[in-house]
């Protein structure tokens, strides 16, 4: 059976998703820095792995071909990101780059190295990107990270025209999410509750809320979706309960 190659799999949404996905019947491939947390999850999940530094210029040609094993491969999950939020004043060109480059040029490499193994999938494989609340929401302290995740959306919508109808190409946007990278956020239980607040489902997401709109967008339930953004966030992107 072709693989789902997951970037990102070792805590928050990319655990959760390889989860989702595993229990769904899917097998997997994992990527991740961390060896033991790495090896950990693809022995309980029956998974192979890559142990890779995605700052390596071959770690994404590394992980499509070991994923794919000269065959195919079912879909790709990246599930890398970051949240860096500074007032526009505090912002330096090495912030920028480095957003750009984690959220988007990464994003982009990663597909690019999985491609013709992607397209070898008879039955049609998936990509999953992810992009934030923040692009549909102006939201202040976020122009380096809207402006990345912006343009993984426009990279989705490109590659989901370029691979289709051999590949299905679709972003989730989540609002904010109670993960290990979110954690500096939500440290003060003030802030966290004042945030959860702002959406008119008023909590913060958990990965499992995230996790299960990735397994559908990812597996064979979702053959007939490209090219849309999934907004996973509670209501905020587009509904306002209070005046």
């Known amino acids: 059976m072709a693989k789902i190659l997951i970037y990102g799999a070792t805590g928050g949404v990319g655990e959760a998703s390889a989860r989702a996905l595993h229990a769904q019947g899917a097998e997997l491939h994992l990527v991740g820095r961390r060896s033991d947390a790495v090896a950990s999850l693809a022995d309980e999940l029956g998974a192979s792995y890559t142990l890779a530094d995605l700052e390596d210029d071959t770690a994404f040609a590394r992980a499509a071909e070991e994923a794919a094993a000269g065959g195919a491969l079912a879909g790709l999950v990246y599930a890398v990101g970051t949240i860096n939020l500074k007032p526009l004043a505090r912002l330096s060109r090495a912030d920028f780059e480095r957003d750009f480059l984690v959220n988007a040029v990464w994003a982009a490499q990663a597909v690019q190295a999985a491609q013709s ?16 609340v923040a692009v549909a929401q102006g939201f202040t302290g976020h122009a380096s990270i809207g402006m990345a995740k912006g343009a993984v959306e426009g990279l989705m919508r490109s590659l989901a025209a370029e691979l289709a109808p051999r590949v299905r190409v679709n972003c989730v946007a989540p609002s904010l999410t109670r993960t290990p990278l979110a954690s ?14 702002m959406h008119p489902l008023p909590r913060l997401g958990e990965p499992d809320d995230v996790a299960q709109v990735v397994a559908l967008l990812a597996g064979p339930r979702s053959t007939w979706i490209t090219g849309q953004v999934i907004a996973v966030d ?10």
Request: charged fraction near 20%; charge should be positive.
């Open 117 to 132: 193994a992607l397209v070898k999938h008879e039955g049609g494989a998936s990509v999953v990107l992810f992009s934030s």
């Open 184 to 197: 500096k956020l939500l440290a003060n239980p003030q802030m966290a509750d004042a945030i959860a607040a």
């Open 234 to 243: 509670g209501g905020r992107s587009t509904l306002r309960t209070k005046g």
